[in-house]
């Protein structure tokens, strides 16, 4: 072999070396690592802001993530809060009575993915309940339950479970990729006030909280659905995780579809048709 051949053999392995490298760090930028492989969800009820910031768990964890202090929920009542949770759009729903949507939700895109959702809903009274209310249970308040494509999927339905196995779940780190929790009707501060959310938060939330391996790949969000004044929609709403930098406070304009999105950049899952355009939530992670 030459000279002039071997020269040119070990340019052209160069140049290929370089594309790769090119290639694997476009690939890089495209595709980074998402912060977390796993979300908590937890809503409260119907609380103002200024009172939620006096209630001293809730305090307290402002100061282990990033308080996002000028979050708003999206409408008044409940129902079209949570819808926009897990959907990205309220669908101009200004009510609580029940709904039956065929839109698609965060769970499709899950599932899409090959991820899990579940939903603990506090003293649901049976698999797949449908009824408005019963006891301390509220539909309005659950979401995935106003999706036909949920309601009427027993399969599907069987990812909205009662809350029995909550603490041994939270106790033991094997929640779904995707977790939302939602109180009952007095648990939630809506009939119970802040005691109530204070003693619900110390059985659940603060041990597992109090876990640092908890909080290794987990973005935990802790929020409401809605201010108690019709005046204003500020609500309280914190993120936790290992990534977060603790005890900051992140003041821009945001609502709970940009959660949502947030959530759907980091999985790479798209934005579902009807999703309402997104903020960008910046400066949360260390890296």
Same mark, same amino acid.
């Given at each position: @072999?030459?000279?002039?051949?071997?020269?040119?053999? $070990? #340019?052209?392995? !160069?140049?290929?070396?370089?594309? !790769?490298?090119?290639?694997?760090?476009?690939?890089?930028?495209?595709?980074?690592?998402?912060?977390?492989? #796993?979300?908590?969800?937890?809503?409260?009820?119907?609380?103002?802001? %200024?009172? &939620?910031?006096?209630?001293?768990?809730?305090?307290?964890?402002?100061?282990?993530?990033?308080?996002?202090?000028?979050?708003?929920?999206?409408?008044?009542?409940?129902?079209?809060?949570?819808?926009?949770?897990?959907?990205?759009?309220?669908?101009?729903?200004?009510?609580?009575?029940?709904? %039956?949507?065929? #839109?698609?939700?965060? *769970?499709?895109?899950?599932?899409?993915? *090959? @991820?899990?959702?579940?939903?603990? &809903?506090?003293?649901?009274?049976?698999?797949?309940?449908?009824?408005?209310?019963?006891?301390?249970?509220?539909?309005?308040?659950?979401?995935?339950?106003?999706?036909?494509?949920?309601?009427?999927?027993?399969?599907?339905?069987?990812?909205?479970?009662?809350? %029995?196995?909550?603490?041994?779940?939270?106790?033991?780190?094997?929640?779904?990729?995707?977790? @939302?929790?939602?109180?009952?009707?007095?648990?939630?501060?809506? %009939?119970?006030?802040?005691?109530?959310?204070?003693?619900?938060?110390?059985?659940?939330?603060?041990?597992?909280?109090?876990?640092?391996?908890?909080?290794?790949?987990?973005?935990?969000?802790? $929020?409401?659905?809605?201010?108690?004044?019709?005046?204003?929609?500020?609500?309280? $709403?914190?993120?936790?995780?290992?990534? !977060?930098?603790?005890? $900051?406070?992140?003041?821009?304009?945001?609502?709970?579809?940009?959660?949502?999105? !947030?959530?759907?950049?980091?999985?790479?899952?798209?934005?579902?048709?009807?999703?309402?355009?997104?903020?960008?939530? #910046?400066?949360?992670?260390?890296?």
């Amino acid at each position: @072999m030459s000279l002039r051949q071997l020269f040119s053999i $070990t #340019k052209r392995v !160069l140049q290929l070396s370089l594309g !790769l490298c090119l290639f694997l760090t476009a690939e890089a930028r495209a595709n980074p690592k998402p912060h977390f492989s #796993k979300v908590l969800v937890v809503v409260f009820e119907n609380t103002d802001f %200024d009172v &939620a910031m006096k209630n001293p768990v809730l305090n307290r964890l402002t100061l282990q993530g990033v308080l996002l202090d000028h979050f708003s929920g999206v409408v008044h009542p409940s129902q079209g809060n949570y819808i926009s949770m897990v959907a990205g759009s309220a669908f101009g729903i200004h009510h609580d009575n029940n709904i %039956d949507l065929n #839109k698609q939700h965060i *769970g499709d895109q899950l599932e899409k993915a *090959g @991820m899990d959702w579940r939903l603990y &809903a506090e003293d649901l009274p049976s698999p797949c309940f449908l009824g408005e209310s019963k006891g301390k249970y509220y539909r309005k308040h659950v979401p995935f339950l106003s999706f036909t494509n949920v309601s009427k999927n027993p399969q599907r339905c069987a990812n909205v479970v009662n809350a %029995d196995t909550l603490l041994s779940d939270l106790s033991s780190n094997s929640l779904a990729n995707y977790t @939302m929790i939602v109180p009952n009707i007095v648990n939630d501060g809506h %009939d119970g006030g802040q005691a109530a959310i204070q003693r619900w938060s110390q059985k659940y939330l603060v041990p597992f909280l109090s876990i640092p391996k908890n909080l290794e790949d987990t973005l935990v969000v802790v $929020t409401f659905d809605e201010s108690d004044s019709y005046f204003s929609n500020r609500i309280y $709403t914190v993120l936790l995780g290992a990534g !977060l930098t603790p005890n $900051t406070v992140n003041s821009q304009a945001l609502t709970h579809t940009d959660i949502l999105a !947030l959530i759907q950049n980091e999985w790479n899952l798209g934005h579902l048709p009807q999703q309402e355009p997104a903020i960008e939530i #910046k400066n949360l992670w260390k890296n």
